[in-house]
């Protein structure tokens, strides 16, 4: 690992070591109630306890089931959309006003019409997922593909390409940092919107259940292991897909060093 490598990790476990030491301190001073301010050694020691006994693994199972099936569903149905609207007028003349109608609209506040026609079970914690996921998605597709200079499709038509070909080997590549980035936010708020549909419809398993439950109880070392949960594996799912987008955009690297 080079040594500004290791200079940036170092700058970014700053602000955590910083925050965990806060708490320490007001935790052990007792400036607030136990049952309000946990100490972190009991977090831990709770942590411990849950992954033990299997709950947190389950709960983490359910969340990231409903995370993948939403997203999945969500970023295929904002990219054809997003496509269609990118690559005909017609569409986004007469799909579009109400794509951007529609997104105003807070994603909780979908929640009872979601409960309404998909009911309480898995499908309306999906669908909420999918909902979320797929505007980032569509926004960015069509924005890429409009993005595209017309000197590289003037050029490809003077070398006869067919629209199958022009599509593959122009449009696409030239739009795909954009859809990548849609797809990054879309994973992320994907992650964000399973607390919200674990909670708001009634959920059988999945960290934001886990921690509502334990809010009713007052058991806030248990709301604090899925607080930290849901921020490591947030982290966790955003690198993975810096980490896809890097890979799949390496070739244009390649290109300019050349």
Same mark, same amino acid.
């Given at each position: 690992?080079?040594?500004? =490598?290791?200079?940036?990790?170092?700058?970014?476990?700053?602000?955590?070591?910083?925050?965990?030491?806060?708490?320490?301190?007001?935790? @052990?001073?007792?400036?607030? %109630? =136990?049952?309000?301010? %946990?100490?972190?050694?009991?977090?831990?020691?709770?942590?411990?306890?849950?992954?033990?006994?299997?709950?947190?693994?389950?709960?983490?199972?359910?969340?990231?089931?409903?995370?993948?099936?939403?997203?999945?569903?969500?970023?295929?149905?904002?990219?054809?959309?997003?496509?269609?609207?990118?690559?005909?007028?017609?569409?986004?003349?007469?799909?579009?006003?109400?794509? @951007?109608?529609?997104?105003?609209?807070?994603?909780?506040?979908?929640? %009872?019409?979601?409960?309404?026609?998909?009911?309480?079970?898995?499908?309306?914690?999906?669908?909420?997922?999918?909902?979320?996921?797929?505007?980032?998605?569509?926004?960015?597709?069509?924005?890429?593909?409009?993005?595209?200079?017309?000197?590289?499709?003037?050029?490809?038509?003077?070398?006869?390409?067919?629209?199958?070909?022009?599509?593959?080997?122009?449009?696409?590549?030239?739009?795909? %940092?954009?859809?990548?980035?849609?797809?990054?936010?879309?994973?992320?708020?994907?992650?964000?919107?399973?607390?919200?549909?674990?909670?708001?419809?009634?959920?059988?398993? #999945?960290?934001? =259940?886990?921690?509502? =439950?334990?809010?009713?109880?007052? @058991?806030?070392?248990?709301?604090?292991?899925?607080?930290?949960?849901?921020?490591?594996?947030?982290?966790?799912?955003?690198? #993975?897909?810096?980490?896809?987008?890097?890979?799949?955009?390496?070739?244009?690297?390649?290109?300019?060093?050349?």
């Amino acid at each position: 690992m080079a040594q500004g =490598d290791k200079l940036k990790g170092l700058k970014g476990a700053v602000v955590p070591l910083l925050m965990i030491s806060i708490w320490w301190g007001l935790a @052990h001073a007792k400036f607030f %109630p =136990d049952y309000l301010c %946990p100490m972190p050694e009991k977090v831990i020691g709770t942590a411990i306890r849950l992954y033990a006994s299997g709950e947190l693994v389950f709960n983490v199972k359910m969340s990231l089931f409903r995370v993948i099936s939403g997203f999945a569903i969500g970023a295929g149905i904002g990219f054809i959309l997003g496509a269609g609207m990118g690559f005909f007028r017609i569409i986004e003349k007469t799909v579009g006003p109400f794509f @951007h109608a529609f997104r105003q609209v807070p994603l909780l506040g979908w929640v %009872p019409l979601i409960v309404l026609w998909a009911g309480i079970g898995e499908a309306g914690k999906i669908v909420l997922i999918a909902l979320g996921a797929s505007y980032p998605v569509a926004m960015n597709t069509f924005q890429g593909i409009r993005s595209v200079k017309k000197e590289f499709i003037e050029v490809a038509r003077v070398f006869e390409f067919s629209n199958r070909r022009l599509l593959a080997a122009v449009i696409l590549p030239s739009a795909l %940092p954009e859809i990548l980035t849609g797809l990054r936010l879309a994973l992320s708020k994907s992650w964000m919107m399973v607390v919200g549909a674990e909670i708001f419809i009634a959920a059988n398993g #999945g960290i934001g =259940d886990m921690m509502w =439950d334990a809010r009713d109880r007052f @058991h806030m070392d248990i709301v604090m292991v899925g607080f930290i949960l849901i921020g490591c594996i947030g982290f966790l799912l955003n690198q #993975g897909i810096l980490w896809v987008e890097e890979y799949s955009l390496g070739w244009r690297k390649t290109f300019e060093k050349g």
